[in-house]
């Protein structure tokens, strides 16, 4: 399965779970709350490490 294959299931998946405002933020890299990663985590049956990367602030914000 292609990439953009993934992305448009995964997409498909997260909104039954969350609404297309949030989707549209997540997108823009905006925050969101743990409420939120939970469901999106329910949604894709994987864990936070699946879904979100840290960054490290110190060196962007420097």
């Avoid at 992305?7 to 779970?17: A, E, H, N």
Wanted: proline letters at 2%; glycine letters at 4%.
């Amino acid at each position: 399965m292609g990439n953009n294959e993934a992305k448009k299931i995964s997409q498909y998946k997260l909104l039954k779970v969350i609404d297309n405002k949030t989707l549209d933020a997540i997108k823009k890299n905006k925050n969101i709350t743990l409420c939120t990663l939970e469901k999106i985590c329910t949604a894709l049956e994987c864990t936070p490490n699946g879904v979100i990367k840290f960054a490290d602030f110190i060196k962007e914000n420097h």
